[in-house]
């Protein structure tokens, strides 16, 4: 049965809500609609990243003592408000809208401890929106003993399919954790966390030209990247693991670059982000031929010189020079994961994610 989901993500980037459309039946896609985009303020990012420092020291996936709590109402209102505008832009009204995918925000992932936090109140949002809405979608294979992420995957190979191409095929999203979806035929899924995406190079700038991230690696481009740091980072045990794996997106803060210059550091950092996606390759069946970029990584032209570079002769590319919309994917797939939910479907595999079986999962909220 076709539905139309309308699809909202919130990634470890903390820069704003991601709205999109799309057809499906569960299984493929047939239509994709606009997209959208409601960035948080300032004010807004600062609260989320108190929370996420609080975050911490959580140990119940219920908690939402002080700054979190107020995060979470945050969240809830930000993620209504970019529906409202949306819907009002595109002339949809909310009936023709089967079911909302809302992911929330991640304030900690802890999968050792079987423990992953979303803030963002599906109830909420539900009766503010007047739409069903599919949220809480990690917890069932967390608790089953999964890594709960990467979460895409299902939704990655859906888009390969569509392009008819030989050859194992990497897709990677580069946000603030990098991840990768493996894709080789329709019998071979592989997915896990590569390592910091985008968090530790956009800190690096918030903190050091109050910048919030590094605008398409032009300071990157300026400096030059500390192989031998770099080499010492991926000594960290987590790049030596097999997939399935994942990341709190601060599972790497501690790493320290030391007295260097503003562009030095992107270049470092930057490359890291690159080797550490490089780093998965030895653990694949066989190395890729293809590797698609998405996520805000894809706009960063210093990264993506870099891995051509470090990946060649496979061929590196954008999500949108093959007509994706690179930007929007993750809210793309919360729109299909949450069609995938309502009929009981797989979200999650024993390759992609460690779960011990194919799961689904997900909490529905009707207005």
């Not at 799309?22 to 047939?30: A, S, Y």
């Not at 939402?64 to 819907?87: D, F, L, Q």
């Not at 888009?159 to 329709?186: H, Q």
Request: with cysteine; net charge negative; proline share 7%.
């Amino acid at each position: 049965m076709l539905m139309r989901a309308l699809g909202l993500m919130s990634g470890t980037s903390l820069d704003g809500v991601d709205v999109a459309m799309i057809e499906t039946d569960g299984r493929r896609v047939t239509a994709l609609g606009p997209t959208g985009y409601r960035p948080y303020t300032p004010h807004e990012r600062a609260v989320l990243r108190h929370a996420l420092t609080e975050a911490v020291n959580l140990h119940q996936r219920d908690q939402r003592p002080g700054v979190i709590g107020e995060a979470e109402r945050m969240v809830t209102v930000a993620h209504a408000e970019a529906v409202a505008a949306y819907t009002t832009q595109h002339g949809i009204s909310p009936l023709d809208i089967d079911i909302v995918g809302f992911h929330g925000q991640t304030v900690l992932h802890r999968p050792a401890e079987r423990l992953t936090i979303q803030i963002g109140d599906g109830a909420a949002l539900a009766r503010t929106i007047h739409i069903p809405v599919m949220h809480d979608f990690r917890a069932a294979d967390v608790a089953a003993g999964g890594q709960g992420a990467p979460f895409v995957p299902v939704y990655h190979r859906a888009l390969a399919e569509s392009l008819g191409r030989g050859g194992p095929i990497a897709v990677v999203n580069i946000g603030g954790v990098s991840n990768i979806t493996y894709i080789d035929g329709e019998d071979v899924l592989i997915a896990c966390d590569t390592g910091p995406g985008n968090a530790l190079l956009d800190d690096f700038m918030l903190k050091s030209i109050s910048q919030p991230f590094d605008n398409e690696g032009r300071t990157a481009a300026q400096g030059v990247a500390d192989d031998a740091w770099i080499a010492s980072a991926l000594q960290h045990p987590f790049f030596k693991a097999p997939p399935p794996k994942s990341l709190d997106r601060n599972d790497f803060a501690a790493l320290k670059l030391g007295n260097v210059s503003v562009a030095d550091g992107a270049a470092t950092l930057t490359g890291l982000t690159v080797a550490a996606i490089a780093s998965i390759v030895p653990h694949l069946p066989k190395p890729p031929e293809s590797w698609i970029i998405v996520g805000g990584g894809a706009r960063n032209l210093t990264m993506m010189r870099m891995l051509r570079r470090r990946l060649e002769p496979a061929s590196v590319e954008s999500a949108e020079g093959l007509g994706w919309s690179g930007d929007a994917i993750e809210a793309q797939a919360f729109g299909f994961l949450a069609v995938r939910s309502l009929q009981r479907l797989p979200l999650s595999y024993p390759a992609t994610t460690g779960v011990p079986r194919p799961m689904s999962g997900g909490v529905i909220a009707n207005p």
